[in-house]
């Protein structure tokens, strides 16, 4: 009897994980039905052309991950070149673990970083096209509008006080390539920068010819791939490997469990994988063992302390 119980759980396992596996694809396939179609009928945004001097949006979706969030803007305020910064941009998907207060508190106080309360179709390619909206809607009035979006997980922290100068360097290059990130290849036709951690112009994003991003496993991919077509010049920036940031992974989908209806909730792999980075578990936890009395503490002094740290953001 026990085996034959035993049996039945794991065909009614089987089953439901080709049921969510169907279902994920469905929300895929219409989401990126949805967006082609939209992308032919869209007027571009009024984006001036680069101009070689990067100044950075920064764009971020939270999903339950706000620690995580807070320990990226941590590590964000150490940057050398943080006056390169322009804005803030988090998109927070309908997030469950508490956090929104600090949000809405950041939001209010510092008049470049803006919050974006998602609560419809919260997947992470719909949250990160709502940030690049609020950039070009913001930037349209602004006397020194952004000209790079930084795309940037919550789970990512930056190791090196050079990631930005870096970054920076790479697009004051002639010619300036429409791209930076970290290129994995073999796994697609062609190279591709995890979505976790890159940068892109954004008179090069604003193109009609380029794709916006799409709910797919690699949301930026399609983006990348209409960027290789176009004859535009992708540039390998070695973001993980090289020592300048470090992506924990899948912490997204590690705090889908507090939904259980969403589609995140049932995706089986949920343990952090840091980018394959070998030393990737001692660097996080170093990182974040040096910033845990901020983490651990008072929302009040965390947030008190974001705001003062992250002051020169919007000056320069």
Not at 91 to 98: E, I, M
Request: positive net charge; hydrophobic residues 40%; glycine residues 8%.
């Amino acid at each position: 009897m026990r085996r034959r119980l035993d049996r039945a759980r794991r065909l009614l396992g089987r089953r439901g994980d080709r049921l969510n596996a169907v279902r994920r694809n469905l929300e895929m396939w219409g989401d990126q039905a949805w967006v082609l179609a939209r992308a032919r009928i869209r007027r571009p945004a009024p984006v001036p052309p680069f101009d070689g001097d990067a100044r950075f949006s920064l764009v971020t979706v939270n999903f339950s991950t706000t620690r995580y969030l807070a320990l990226m803007l941590l590590t964000l305020a150490e940057q050398d070149a943080l006056q390169r910064v322009r804005r803030i941009v988090v998109v927070d998907n309908d997030s469950r673990d508490g956090g929104l207060p600090l949000l809405r508190d950041l939001a209010a106080r510092h008049p470049a970083i803006h919050l974006v309360e998602n609560h419809l179709v919260t997947t992470h390619a719909r949250g990160l096209r709502l940030g690049a909206a609020a950039v070009d809607a913001l930037d349209r009035e602004a006397e020194r509008p952004s000209n790079v979006l930084l795309v940037c997980d919550t789970d990512v922290v930056f190791r090196s006080r050079r990631t930005l100068g870096e970054l920076a360097e790479r697009f004051a290059r002639e010619p300036a390539p429409a791209f930076v990130g970290e290129l994995r290849r073999g796994l697609y036709p062609y190279p591709e920068a995890q979505a976790s951690f890159f940068a892109v112009r954004r008179d090069c994003y604003a193109r009609r010819d380029v794709r916006p991003f799409v709910h797919h496993g690699a949301p930026a991919y399609w983006m990348q791939r209409s960027l290789w077509r176009a004859g535009l010049e992708l540039d390998d920036f070695p973001s993980n490997h090289g020592g300048y940031v470090l992506h924990r992974g899948r912490s997204g989908v590690a705090a889908a469990r507090a939904r259980p209806g969403d589609s995140y909730a049932t995706a089986r792999f949920r343990d952090p994988h840091f980018m394959g980075v070998p030393e990737g578990p001692h660097v996080w936890a170093t990182i974040e063992a040096r910033h845990a009395a901020l983490l651990d503490g008072p929302t009040d002094v965390l947030a008190a302390a974001l705001l003062e740290r992250l002051a020169d953001v919007g000056r320069g």
